[in-house]
């Protein structure tokens, strides 16, 4: 007689329930916003008891969240890759052009998917508009991730270049340090 590992099974069927619940509450928060959006929409949505967001969110704030937690850390990894790439080629100068266009392109590949980006440019939006994150969540998750790097570049643009020190005479190129954000 064949044993079935019951822990398993379930953990199987929590994590399945947690990713139905997160699938319609994404819809559902893009669609009507997170007032809009009732709980009992999302289970329902979702196939499961009102109980289980509750129990894997804590309630429907922490379920707004987790949402946005998930998009932001993908945003965020595929931004730090991106740098990343970029700064292991070894071989050629780096510009701060250069730099970013592959910060802003990893930055909004995500939004121009075809399969999740018009919903997440609606999350997006509706938060713009009617804000139940909290105020730091996307500074902390996008704009400052974990550990940083000082990176040579070499700019050649002179209008740039002025912008990035104002008052300094500048002829043509010259060499600059940033920090780069990394984790």
């Known amino acids: 007689m064949e044993k079935?590992?019951?822990?398993?099974?379930?953990?199987?069927?929590?994590?399945?329930?947690?990713?139905?619940?997160?699938?319609?509450?994404?819809?559902?928060?893009?669609?009507?916003g997170f007032?809009?959006?009732?709980?009992?929409?999302?289970?329902?949505?979702?196939?499961?008891n009102i109980a289980a967001v509750n129990y894997h969110f804590h309630g429907k704030e922490n379920l707004y969240i987790e949402v946005f937690h998930l998009h932001m850390s993908t945003i965020r990894d595929l931004r730090i890759n991106a740098?990343?790439?970029?700064?292991?080629?070894?071989?050629?100068?780096?510009?701060?052009?250069?730099?970013i266009h592959i910060f802003a392109t990893a930055f909004l590949e995500p939004f121009l998917e075809e399969s999740g980006g018009p919903k997440l440019m609606e999350l997006m939006m509706r938060e713009r508009y009617?804000?139940?994150?909290?105020?730091?969540?996307?500074?902390?998750e996008i704009i400052q991730p974990e550990g940083t790097r000082t990176l040579n570049l070499r700019i050649?643009?002179?209008?740039?270049?002025?912008?990035?020190?104002?008052?300094?005479?500048?002829?043509?190129?010259?060499?600059?340090?940033?920090?780069i954000t990394s984790s």
């Open 4 to 32: 079935i590992n019951i822990k398993s099974s379930e953990s199987l069927h929590n994590k399945r329930t947690r990713e139905q619940i997160l699938c319609a509450a994404e819809k559902l928060f893009a669609e009507k």
């Open 35 to 48: 007032s809009g959006a009732s709980i009992r929409d999302i289970t329902e949505k979702a196939d499961c």
């Open 83 to 99: 740098v990343r790439g970029f700064l292991s080629n070894k071989s050629e100068q780096k510009t701060l052009e250069e730099l």
């Open 130 to 140: 009617d804000s139940h994150l909290p105020q730091h969540m996307f500074v902390e």
């Open 156 to 179: 050649d643009s002179p209008t740039l270049a002025h912008k990035c020190l104002r008052d300094n005479e500048l002829n043509g190129v010259f060499e600059c340090q940033m920090r």
